[in-house]
T-cell receptor, first 114, second 115 residues
Framework: AQSVTQPDIHITVSEGASLELRCNYS??????LFWYVQSPGQGLQLLLK??????LVQGIKGFEAEFKRSQSSFNLRKPSVHWSDAAEYFC????????????FGSGTRLLVRP | DGGITQSPKYLFRKEGQNVTLSCEQN?????MYWYRQDPGQGLRLIYYSQIVNDFQKGDIAEGYSVSREKKESFPLTVTSAQKNPTAFYLCASSMGLAESTDTQYFGPGTRLTVL
């Protein structure tokens, strides 16, 4: 069965520092992959998505992610974190069955130190 | 202003009551989804609908029901049979199967609390 793993429950970084959030997926073929961000009590906002082609994907708010087939990873990065980036981040893969549902990781909560 | 709306934002239910959560979209999307979010567990699919008048059970459909009478609306009813309904409920929509790069967009959510 497809699964998505986010190994870090919490990450704390200082404002201005770089950020990398890890995501690993399990599936034989190339999945469609997404990163969403959620502020407390809010819905999910799409940051970026990968379907095919260039393995480095640019998103909104200065985020990017790199798909690495050899490592089954789709890590999210940002070169310089802002205090407003504090939120929960979810990696997701689209199911290959007829539902087209999203299979989510359990999320990584980002805390930003001033 | 296009988007997905969910109402109410907060909902309180007594034991044994059925409640209905609203989800409306004006994006002209064919597909709509309901997810449940619990702390530390990510999101899990309750029901989905890929076309009007048709819907399918997701991974955790027990205790829930839905209808899809209009393209823009996909209400979710949490019945008294749902043993642990306290959660954050998120509705999503997408273009659907006709779009190979199908992407789901989410509403703001409804927080349901059982008293």
């Amino acid at each position: 069965a497809q699964s998505v793993t986010q190994p870090d429950i919490h990450i704390t970084v200082s404002e201005g520092a770089s950020l990398e959030l890890r995501c690993n997926y399990s599936y034989g073929a190339t999945p469609y992959l997404f990163w969403y961000v959620q502020s407390p009590g809010q819905g999910l906002q799409l940051l970026l998505k990968y379907f095919s082609g260039d393995t480095l994907v640019q998103g909104i708010k200065g985020f990017e992610a790199e798909f690495k087939r050899s490592q089954s990873s789709f890590n999210l990065r940002k070169p310089s974190v802002h205090w407003s980036d504090a939120a929960e981040y979810f990696c997701a893969a689209r199911s290959m069955d007829s539902s087209y549902k999203l299979i989510f990781g359990s999320g990584t909560r980002l805390l930003v130190r001033p | 202003d296009g988007g997905i709306t969910q109402s109410p934002k907060y909902l309180f239910r007594k034991e044994g009551q059925n409640v209905t959560l609203s989800c409306e979209q004006n994006l002209n999307h064919d597909a709509m989804y309901w997810y449940r979010q619990d702390p530390g567990q990510g999101l899990r699919l309750i029901y989905y609908s890929q076309i009007v008048n048709d819907f399918q059970k997701g991974d955790i459909a027990e205790g829930y029901s839905v209808s899809r009478e209009k393209k823009e609306s996909f209400p979710l009813t949490v019945t008294s049979a749902q043993k642990n309904p306290t959660a954050f409920y998120l509705c999503a929509s997408s273009m659907g199967l006709a779009e190979s790069t199908d992407t789901q967009y989410f509403g703001p959510g409804t927080r349901l609390t059982v008293l």
